[in-house]
């Protein structure tokens, strides 16, 4: 933007230069930076009639003023933050530059890391807030971002954060909890992460002899906060006899994963759920 404002500035100057007109005009642009969406004047001096240029990230204008008299910027003329450049030519031009900062914040938009996450795992869940004010300008100027995490009506964190160049972000552990997990930015931009329980844990099975084989079966399948094992988890139930050794591959449904192996002899009867081992039971021979 300031390289566009130098060759705008210097584009100005050059056609005032063709036509002769090379005598500096003097005008006064603000001196303090201007709130977007905010009126402003620019003070002339000097009579008679004069072009007026504005150039800005949101506006290109140019009108017909008298000099000795304000030019007044228009709410519209200053909606997007940046830089403007303003120039005045008559029987001289002259440019000037100043900025336009972002007005009061107005919405927070926010952004939460992963959608769906494993319970009890460190700094699993992150998140960024970015205020903006009515125009949608990204405001920069410091602010403080309080987030909130909760799982149903436990309260998990409570952080006060400030902004950095326009944004505020956490990360946090995962909640205990399989289910939704609500992360609120200044109760105005609220998001969810959808806590799903982690790895097996404490896998237990049984098994007994039937007139086909051995059916196995787990206990109830958890993960180590206690949350239930989504079904579909594959669980691997390995039988080792004396002519070597057989696996089966079984889904969790409806909490359990159960299995029919075949084996006549004495088997001993294992299962894991990926890095998971569970308990051993041994099983007699067919009678």
């Given at each position: 933007?300031?390289?566009?404002?130098?060759?705008?500035?210097?584009?100005?100057?050059?056609?005032?230069?063709?036509?002769?007109?090379?005598?500096?005009?003097?005008?006064?642009?603000?001196?303090?930076?201007?709130?977007?969406?905010?009126?402003?004047?620019?003070?002339?001096?000097?009579?008679?009639?004069?072009?007026?240029?504005?150039?800005?990230?949101?506006?290109?204008?140019?009108?017909?003023?008298?000099?000795?008299?304000?030019?007044?910027?228009?709410?519209?003329?200053?909606?997007?933050?940046?830089?403007?450049?303003?120039?005045?030519?008559?029987?001289?031009?002259?440019?000037?530059?100043?900025?336009?900062?972002?007005?009061?914040?107005?919405?927070?938009?926010?952004?939460?890391?992963?959608?769906?996450?494993?319970?009890?795992?460190?700094?699993?869940?992150?998140?960024?807030?970015?205020?903006?004010?009515?125009?949608?300008?990204?405001?920069?100027?410091?602010?403080?971002?309080?987030?909130?995490?909760?799982?149903?009506?436990?309260?998990?964190?409570?952080?006060?954060?400030?902004?950095?160049?326009?944004?505020?972000?956490?990360?946090?552990?995962?909640?205990?909890?399989?289910?939704?997990?609500?992360?609120?930015?200044?109760?105005?931009?609220?998001?969810?992460?959808?806590?799903?329980?982690?790895?097996?844990?404490?896998?237990?099975?049984?098994?007994?002899?039937?007139?086909?084989?051995?059916?196995?079966?787990?206990?109830?399948?958890?993960?180590?906060?206690?949350?239930?094992?989504?079904?579909?988890?594959?669980?691997?139930?390995?039988?080792?006899?004396?002519?070597?050794?057989?696996?089966?591959?079984?889904?969790?449904?409806?909490?359990?994963?159960?299995?029919?192996?075949?084996?006549?002899?004495?088997?001993?009867?294992?299962?894991?759920?990926?890095v998971v081992m569970g308990n051993e039971v041994?099983?007699?021979?067919?009678?």
């Amino acid at each position: 933007m300031q390289r566009l404002l130098q060759v705008c500035s210097r584009v100005s100057l050059g056609v005032a230069c063709l036509v002769g007109l090379c005598h500096a005009q003097d005008f006064q642009v603000p001196a303090a930076a201007v709130s977007a969406g905010d009126e402003a004047d620019i003070s002339t001096t000097g009579s008679g009639k004069a072009t007026f240029y504005l150039i800005g990230p949101g506006v290109s204008r140019k009108s017909e003023v008298n000099l000795g008299e304000s030019i007044r910027l228009q709410a519209q003329d200053t909606r997007t933050a940046g830089e403007y450049l303003a120039s005045v030519c008559s029987s001289s031009c002259r440019s000037a530059g100043f900025y336009v900062n972002a007005a009061k914040p107005a919405s927070l938009t926010s952004l939460v890391h992963p959608s769906r996450v494993p319970v009890a795992q460190p700094d699993a869940v992150s998140g960024v807030a970015l205020p903006f004010d009515q125009f949608h300008n990204l405001v920069l100027h410091p602010l403080t971002v309080n987030f909130q995490l909760s799982a149903g009506n436990a309260l998990l964190l409570s952080r006060s954060v400030p902004t950095q160049n326009g944004a505020a972000w956490f990360r946090a552990l995962s909640g205990k909890s399989a289910g939704l997990l609500q992360v609120t930015a200044d109760l105005s931009a609220r998001r969810a992460v959808q806590q799903v329980a982690s790895d097996p844990c404490n896998l237990r099975i049984t098994g007994q002899r039937t007139k086909v084989g051995i059916s196995v079966q787990t206990e109830p399948v958890r993960d180590c906060a206690g949350n239930s094992v989504p079904d579909g988890t594959i669980v691997t139930f390995t039988a080792t006899t004396a002519n070597g050794k057989s696996s089966v591959d079984a889904p969790i449904k409806r909490g359990v994963a159960q299995a029919q192996m075949l084996a006549s002899g004495a088997a001993s009867i294992s299962a894991a759920s990926g890095v998971v081992m569970g308990n051993e039971v041994r099983v007699g021979a067919q009678p």
